[in-house]
């Protein structure tokens, strides 16, 4: 095909922007464990960038990722090596794709990982361009065009690079012709340079999002909700729902789960409250707590449910449910359920309340429910009063108080005598701090306290102080304490003397660096088996 003059000298003006991005995708995309000392660098400049970017402040790289602070924006920029997906770089990319598909057997692919099939792409991709002179690739360009090609045929094309990046929280598209936005871990919320110039280009990507997950979307049902085969969550709309334009939002999960040492070294919880937690969640075997986990959107409740259920012995059944399966559990008898919405006929649904009503007839230890909102949230809590203890599960509320409200009023309607079977509200919040930006506190532990004919009533164990940035003990004395040691024979001061214990175990985990998943719960759950006689 004819290939445009006007590419090669566009090429040559960048070529040294286009080394210095080469030279960064060559770099393996980890973490420096500090921030650099910040310099006013040149930015690689892409086609049509504003020049009130061009010089922007660096404020931290790693891999092939920059972070800048630009003068004037409130949010950081974060840039990668991307192309311009439109006029020429994308008539260059699809002619390059066309080849490729052509050439390319993918059942030559099958059984490789995705590292192999990447690879494999990108090699031949590669001799393409070498043996298509016609095309006019530059040659300073061969790479890029081939990791940018291999990413539309092998990966997600342009948001290829914020998948694989274990900083981002989300992945955000608003719409054609606007910047895609991710939140940083680190950073919060940013810019990036990736940005779709086409709205059938966003519906692609998210027809492709859906064919891989079995799924549909288009005018007449124009809404997707879904979960790619490694757990990242995916939510997308098209038009007519969203006015401006396709939207896609990507909320990936960490590779290396959060635990309770992360919880303390974040300043969510404390030594003494999640070892409190740790105890309730256990209960000595003989009477785990029902918890709920409340709070707001992104507030971290399912990375907290994630946490407590890491507490849960392993010689127990554990059964998970959940709209979208994000839980991640080191647990060997674990079973995960994931509900279904109806199909193009609409039927097939499998909503959350018939799984919890199966969960029951499956001889249960423990149920988590991801995110209590309507009958499922009767039927858990009729299994918390027919003595299924240690249920557990999220609920979007404000307040503890607001909890109970919710949960005994439509659409989720338990009756206030079933309420008396929680024994504890946990309200975790996302804050914006001023001195130290946006944080996520456990802000309330309140445990439930039964009254006769009316809303129980709620006693604050632990509440956070935002004065000082501390979770406190109230100094309240815990009916459940009492309740546990009633079921156990232990007194109240053994049963503290057992929260001060299990809070020096996270205390040396901690001081001795250990946080990974596996080598917290190996000890925790080594503990557990210590206390009840079996090691």
């Not at 006007?6 to 500090?34: C, F, M, P």
């Not at 959350?352 to 009767?378: A, F, Q, T, Y």
Request: charged share 25%; aromatic share 6%.
């Amino acid at each position: 095909m004819p290939y445009l003059d006007e590419l090669v000298n566009k090429t040559k003006a960048e070529q040294r922007g286009v080394e210095g991005i080469l030279e960064g995708s060559k770099a393996t995309a980890q973490l420096h464990e500090g921030p650099i000392k910040p310099v006013v660098e040149q930015g690689p400049q892409q086609h049509g960038a504003p020049s009130s970017e061009s010089e922007k402040v660096l404020i931290e790289k790693y891999g092939n990722v920059r972070i800048y602070r630009v003068k004037g924006e409130a949010l950081y920029k974060y840039e990668v090596p991307t192309p311009h997906y439109r006029g020429e770089e994308k008539a260059l990319i699809g002619a390059l794709i066309e080849i490729a598909s052509k050439v390319i057997s993918p059942e030559r692919e099958v059984g490789k990982s995705n590292e192999q099939r990447r690879f494999a792409y990108y090699q031949k991709i590669l001799d393409i361009i070498d043996s298509s002179p016609e095309l006019r690739v530059p040659p300073a360009m061969k790479e890029f065009y081939a990791d940018t090609v291999t990413k539309e045929m092998a990966g997600w094309g342009l948001i290829d690079s914020l998948l694989t990046d274990d900083n981002l929280e989300d992945i955000l598209l608003i719409g054609p012709n606007c910047p895609a936005y991710v939140f940083h871990r680190k950073y919060d919320m940013m810019k990036t340079n990736v940005m779709f110039y086409d709205d059938r280009d966003i519906k692609d990507l998210i027809d492709r999002i859906a064919r891989n997950v079995g799924r549909h979307i288009d005018i007449q049902s124009p809404l997707l909700d879904a979960r790619l085969p490694d757990g990242t969550r995916v939510n997308a709309t098209v038009p007519p729902a969203s006015v401006n334009g396709s939207t896609l939002s990507i909320r990936k999960f960490r590779a290396d789960p959060i635990t309770a040492i992360d919880q303390i070294n974040f300043g969510t919880l404390n030594y003494e409250a999640a070892a409190f937690l740790w105890l309730a969640t256990d209960g000595f075997g003989a009477k785990p707590a029902n918890i709920v986990i409340a709070g707001g959107t992104a507030s971290g409740k399912t990375t907290l449910l994630n946490t407590l259920a890491s507490f849960v012995p392993n010689n127990e059944r554990v059964l998970s449910i959940e709209d979208t399966a994000e839980l991640s559990l080191p647990l060997e008898h674990w079973v995960r359920f994931e509900t279904r919405p109806p199909g193009l006929e609409g039927v097939g649904e499998i909503t959350m309340d018939m799984l919890v009503k199966n969960s029951l007839r499956m001889r249960p230890d423990r149920i988590l429910v991801g995110e209590i909102r309507g009958e499922e949230g009767h039927t858990l809590f009729s299994a918390m009063n027919t003595g299924h203890d240690g249920c557990m599960g999220t609920l979007h509320s404000n307040s503890a108080k607001e909890t109970l409200v919710r949960l005994s009023n439509p659409p989720i309607s338990v009756p206030l005598m079933m309420l008396e079977s929680l024994t504890f509200i946990i309200m975790q919040q996302r804050i914006n701090d001023r001195r130290k930006g946006l944080i996520r506190r456990v802000t309330e532990i309140a445990e439930v306290i039964p009254t006769e004919d009316q809303l129980p009533k709620l006693q604050m164990l632990y509440q956070w102080d935002p004065a000082k940035d501390v979770l406190h003990s109230t100094g309240l004395n815990s009916v459940y304490l009492q309740t546990l040691g009633r079921y156990t024979g232990f007194s109240k001061a053994t049963l503290e003397e057992e929260v001060k214990t299990r809070a020096k175990i996270l205390q040396e985990l901690n001081n001795r660096n250990i946080r990974s998943l596996k080598e917290v719960c190996s000890v925790t759950q080594n503990y557990i088996l210590k206390t009840r006689g079996k090691i």
